[in-house]
């Protein structure tokens, strides 16, 4: 059933491209089999920009918006405590499952020979930080490095696979996920107020997926009366305009790289 829906979004996501691609090659080309097959050319070349914008970045994971602000607070109580208890939090929890033992600045699983590395700071986990981090996996013999931070800094993805442990960087979003979930064991909560940025909820709520069916409703009203119309220029753009919006709209919800589950293991 999910790759049926997976599938069935895919052809509508499809389908939104064609029509829009359409609409402007039959207005300037003339010929109906020639229009076609640059649209389907169009329509291609646009779904496949469209799969390595949106489908290729690894952001938040899909979870809900009350999740994404407990994994922020989470987050924030770990930089705003000592480095004792943000260790001793990640010593409790791989404790449930497996035999550890705390060091002072991280957590060794004997088993499985896996350091577990809470670092956490405002600023993206550099190189230098991997390289401080590797170091302690090569002390101790580890063939695994979990590393559990804020943010992470795109060259340290690039760099981290070539070493000789394998490595997994977990940024707060998939350290709530993969651990704090998975193990049922959650640390306090520590809320910083920001001011909500209106216009910012005002763009999230008119490009919501929820959006989709109105503006592609609209669209094809004004594409039909685009036909009976004498001045159809502006139909056109206004539901090219639409149909965009639609199309955002239903691509708009990130999706992520998949990352393995049992991280300690």
């Known amino acids: 059933m999910r790759t049926f829906f997976k599938a069935l979004s895919k052809l509508f996501r499809l389908f939104l491209i064609f029509i829009i691609a359409l609409i402007w090659c039959r207005y ?9 097959v640059v649209t389907a050319f169009i ?10 914008i949106f489908y290729n970045k690894n952001k938040k994971l899909n979870l809900k918006n009350s999740e994404l602000e407990k994994a922020d607070n989470y987050c924030n109580k770990f930089i705003f405590s000592n480095k004792a208890y943000t260790v001793n939090f990640f010593y409790n929890l791989a404790s449930k499952r497996h035999k550890a033992k705390k060091y002072a600045n991280y957590i060794y699983l004997h ?30 013999n580890a063939n695994k490095l979990v590393i559990c931070v804020n943010k992470i800094n795109a060259n340290v993805l690039k760099i981290k696979d070539k070493l000789d442990i394998k490595i997994i960087i977990l940024d707060k979003y998939q350290t709530y996920e993969k651990l ?17 940025n209106s216009f910012k909820s005002l763009v999230e709520y ?21 036909f009976i119309v004498k001045y159809n220029i502006y139909y056109l753009i ?26 300690l293991d």
């Not at 088993?111 to 600023?123: A, G, I």
């Not at 008119?206 to 594409?223: C, D, Q, W």
């Open 28 to 36: 300037f080309i003339e010929d109906l089999t020639i229009s076609l």
């Open 43 to 52: 329509t291609l070349l646009v779904d496949a920009l469209i799969s390595l």
């Open 111 to 140: 088993e499985n020979k896996v350091l577990l590395y809470p670092y956490y700071k405002f600023e993206e986990f550099n190189t230098e930080d991997l390289i401080l981090t590797y170091n302690s996996a090569k002390k101790l």
């Open 180 to 196: 704090f979930k998975e193990y049922n064991y959650f640390p306090q909560e520590f809320i910083i107020k920001t001011s909500k």
């Open 206 to 226: 008119s490009l919501n997926k929820k959006r989709t069916k109105g503006y592609f409703i609209a669209s094809i009203i004004l594409l039909f009366s685009s």
């Open 238 to 263: 206004f539901s090219s305009i639409l149909l965009i919006l639609s199309l955002f709209s239903f691509i708009n919800p990130k999706f992520n790289k998949k990352i393995e589950d049992n991280i």
